[in-house]
């Protein structure tokens, strides 16, 4: 993750090495100017950022709407508010009395929207904010938590040495509309076999089954089946890769 932490380290790094930088602006010790937080990483040699704007395009969701992040768990007025939307007058403020339409709300969230991999998990703060936005029919900026969520999966997988990697069909809308996936298969490596290919799960009545909304279901040939299809290309996809377009 590269944010303004990382980027006052960059210039302390500098200093360190020429304290006659100091005092300097970022052009005059030879560093980018930070404009915004990224992710930045390297796939095959070839360096790529992904930003909320990536995030935006890549999932054709407009990068703007309601948004709450590092709650205070103890004080935050949201406390009370998500309680009255979703345990209020209900037998209990455990899961199992949580109405059948915020159920699959959750279901949604930990698969889909917030994923943390493995199974079900208890909502943070953050997370009932957004579902109570969604309940609330409030538009929510979904890239600007996709791009937060990834942060935290990637601080999660520095503390705990944990290998979750969320949303892997967006990273790969993502490298394939960036060129990347171009590059690698002129190079002879962009197959199957080499990428180790995977179709994620679906939410479908099967799930509802699982959950206790409904009791029975019966599939059928209609229903929704995994599927490769490949995206058309944006033409005005923006560059995730600092190298010059292949």
């Known amino acids: 993750m590269y944010d303004k932490e990382a980027a006052k ?14 005092g300097k602006s970022r052009a005059e010790m030879g560093l980018e100017e930070f404009t915004r937080t990224e992710i930045r990483s390297a796939v095959m040699g ?21 948004f709450q992040w590092n709650l205070n768990n103890k004080t935050s007025s949201w406390i009370q508010t998500t309680y009255d939307a979703f345990h ?15 159920k699959v709300l959750h279901k949604l969230a930990q698969e889909c929207f917030l994923p943390k991999g493995g199974g079900t998990y208890t909502l943070s703060l953050e997370h009932k904010v957004f579902l109570y936005f969604l309940v609330t029919f409030e538009k929510v900026n979904l890239p600007r938590y996709m791009f937060h969520h990834m942060i935290w999966a990637l601080k999660e997988s520095e503390e705990d040495d944990k290998k979750h990697i969320p949303y892997g069909r ?7 509309q960036g060129g990347l996936l171009n590059v690698l298969r002129q190079t002879g490596v962009e197959s199957d076999e080499h990428l180790r290919t995977v179709t994620g799960m679906f939410i479908n009545g099967i799930t509802l089954r699982y959950i ?25 996809f923006p560059p995730i890769s600092k190298q010059d377009i292949p």
């Open 9 to 22: 380290l960059e210039e302390i790094k500098k200093i360190n090495g020429d304290p006659s930088l100091k």
């Open 46 to 66: 070839i360096h790529i950022s992904i930003t909320e704007e990536i995030i935006a395009r890549a999932s054709r969701c407009s990068n703007e709407g309601k």
């Open 88 to 102: 209020k007058e209900r037998p209990s403020n455990k899961y199992k009395d949580v109405q059948k339409e915020h």
């Open 170 to 176: 967006l990273l790969s809308e993502i490298f394939y």
């Open 212 to 236: 206790g909304i409904v009791k029975k279901f019966v599939k059928r040939e209609s229903d929704l089946k995994e599927s490769q299809i490949v995206s058309d290309l944006m033409i005005d």
